[in-house]
Structure formats: C-alpha cells, structure tokens
C-alpha cells in the first residue's frame, strides 16, 4: 500500500522567529549572524536572499551584498522554545515523527484516515495560530519527494507529488538538487554535458556504476523517485495510553471491559509498529464524583500482546472494585523498552 508522507520546514526559521518578536522588522533585509570577518550568517530573511544573502556566507559578505541588511545576534533558547511548540503540533497528530532539525521533521500519516492535503493545511494554520510563522509543507509517498515538495513553493508553500507525476517532475531538474552527488562529480557531469536528471538517467549503465559504485542502486532509484527509507521517530516514547470519557456514567463491568479490549488491541498495535515493548500496564478510571484512581501491574517480562495486556487490564480493574458509576476509563502501558534491545539481552 501506498504510504503518505508528510515533509515539513520552517520558513527562514531564525530570522521569522526575530521578525515576529519585533514586528518593526517585518519586510526588511533581516540577517541572523555576525558581519565581521569572524562571523557567519545562520540564516537571513527572504528579503535579504534578493540580494544574494546565503546561510553559511562569511559575515562580511554579506554585509557587503547587502548593506541595509539588518545583523542580529543569534538567540538559540527562543529558537528551540519556538521549535518546541511547532514540535508539539506534529505530536498531536502523531508519533511517527522523525526530525531532522530544530524546524525540519518528517511525518507518516498513512494510517490516519483524513487526506494528507487537509493535514497538512491542519499543520500550517495551527503553526501560524500558535507562533505566527509560515512553515512549507510538502506531500508525497516518500521521504525523498515529500521533502522535495515541501521545497517547491516555498515560503509559506505547500504541494502535493503524486506518482504519476514523478518523471515529469524529476527529470528536468538539475542534478544540483540531487542529494548525494558531490560537487565534484557534478562538475565532471556538466563537463560531458549531463546537466539534469533525464541526461543522468540516459548515461550508460556501466558509467553510471562506474562513477557512482556502491552507492549506484541508491541513487538510481532516487532518480526514478524511489525510496523506501521509514519515518523513524527517535523521540523517547515514556508511556502509551488511550481513554475515553463514557456517554453515560456505568458501573456495568462487560461494558467497560469491552472498552479495555479497544485500548488494549490500540496500544499493541502502536507498539508492534514502533517495536517497543512494555512492562507495565495501568488502568485509570474517574468515578461520577470525579474522583480519580489508578492501579498499575508490572509483569515481569516485556510484551506488545493484546491479549496479555488486555487481561492484565480486566484483572486491574476488578481490583479497584469500584462502588460509584464510571465515566471515564483508561488504559496506559509504560516502562518501555525498545524491541532490538530486549531480544539481544535475552540472546545474551
Ligand atoms: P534551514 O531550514 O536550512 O533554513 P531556513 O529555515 O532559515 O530557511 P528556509 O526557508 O530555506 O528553510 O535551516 C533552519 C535554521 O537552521 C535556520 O533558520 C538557521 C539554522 N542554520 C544555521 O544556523 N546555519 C546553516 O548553515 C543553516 C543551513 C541553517
Ligand atoms: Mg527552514
């Protein structure tokens, strides 16, 4: 089945984030960095970038290109507070988020059911609610052409690549854009005339392999736009939990175990996609008083089993014996640890 990937990018991140703190510089040249000779610019503006400002140009450069340009210092904690908060969007509509930088992340949003293209206006608009910042959104079914999307029409862009797509949009462009080929082969390329993708894909087999070795199978795919690298989220999962609030309050135990059955079923599959496994098992439950309780079982063995946490689930909350209705019931597994991990200990 086709995946849906979702690539994401802040807008001149550093220098917006000081735009929106000082609205007076909104529109202007704004350049993030040192101008001496020592210092470098971090990013600057889309207005400083018409006169040829560049991420990673000597300082004095670019003071040079672009005189009104306005330098300021770089301020990291705000960057990352910021970050945090777009960080936090992401998560709230899924785990599988894989980031890439402080304002870069990839997302897989295959199992949600809404199209991709409302997601990602989701993203945009609550982005701009919370920060007041443009982020670019690209959409495709893999890492590489989502990422290229997000790219497209940037600021504030957002685009979708299809497979259908996909020769009429890779084959024209340069072979610059094509991560992987170093700048050096670029210029033997352009030096036999190879200057795009199309003219790439027409060299001869045995001088593609030739020139490319053990990286070829990679890069030939790429050109075709083929990529079958996962979204691998690499934030530290803690706990996993689902709950609902009830529609009426209930002390029928059938019913509530029936949504215990839900959560488990939930939860062992968030596990088994992310291979992690669990230890303990905790149910919550808030009576119609709105008082809370909780009870928590820590097996002795780590497991993603619906069954197994299902029953531990059933057990736990007989043991609360409960005498005021339910309103709310809940099922969470924590003491994680990663799947690999576990079986190397136990090969051990
Ligand atoms: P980028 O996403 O590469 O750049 P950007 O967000 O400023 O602009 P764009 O609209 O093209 O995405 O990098 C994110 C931030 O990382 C950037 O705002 C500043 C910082 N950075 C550096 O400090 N040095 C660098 O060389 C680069 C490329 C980025
Ligand atoms: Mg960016």
Avoid at 2 to 8: F, L, Q
Avoid at 111 to 124: C, G, L, N, R
Avoid at 155 to 166: L, N, Q, T, Y
Avoid at 227 to 251: A, C, F, H, I, Y
Wanted: hydrophobic letters at 35%; charged letters at 25%.
């Amino acid at each position: 089945m086709s995946r849906k990937i979702i690539h994401v990018d802040m807008d001149a991140f550093f220098a917006s984030v000081e735009q929106v703190d000082n609205p007076s510089l909104k529109g202007k040249p704004v350049i993030v960095g040192g101008r001496t000779s020592k210092g470098v610019v971090c990013t600057c503006s889309y207005e400083a970038r018409k006169y040829g400002v560049r991420s990673a140009m000597p300082g004095f450069i670019a003071a040079k290109k672009c005189p009104n340009g306005i330098f300021l210092p770089v301020r990291h904690s705000r960057y990352k507070e910021v970050s945090n908060q777009v960080f936090d969007i992401l998560y709230s509509i899924t785990d599988i988020v894989e980031p890439l930088s402080i304002d870069e992340a990839y997302l897989d949003v295959s199992d949600i059911d809404t199209p991709s293209i409302e997601i990602a206006q989701y993203i945009k608009n609550e982005v701009f609610k919370k920060t007041g910042l443009t982020i670019s959104v690209g959409i495709s079914h893999n890492k590489y052409l989502a990422k290229l999307a997000s790219d497209w029409n940037k600021p504030d862009g957002i685009k979708i690549i299809s497979e259908e797509m996909v020769p009429e949009i890779l084959r024209p462009l340069s072979i610059k854009t094509v991560y992987g080929i170093g700048k050096k082969t670029i210029d033997k390329l352009n030096n036999i005339g190879v200057y795009t993708v199309n003219d790439l894909l027409n060299l001869p087999k045995d001088y593609f392999v030739e020139l490319f070795s053990n990286q070829s199978w990679e890069l030939y795919n790429r050109l075709l736009g083929i990529d079958n690298r996962p979204v691998q989220p690499n934030r530290e999962t803690k706990s996993l939990g689902r709950e609902t609030t009830l529609s009426s309050n209930t002390d029928d135990i059938d019913y509530l175990n029936h949504f215990l059955l839900l959560f488990s079923k939930d939860i062992s599959y968030t596990l088994k996609k992310q291979n992690i496994l669990s230890k303990t098992i905790t149910i919550k439950i808030k009576t119609s008083d709105f008082s809370s309780h909780t009870k928590s079982k820590t097996i002795h063995h780590y497991t993603d089993s619906d069954d197994e946490i299902y029953s531990i689930a059933c057990n736990l909350l007989k043991e609360i014996n409960i005498h005021d209705n339910i309103r709310l019931i809940g099922l969470s597994v924590s003491n994680l640890s990663d799947k690999k991990i576990e079986q190397l200990t136990f090969l051990r």
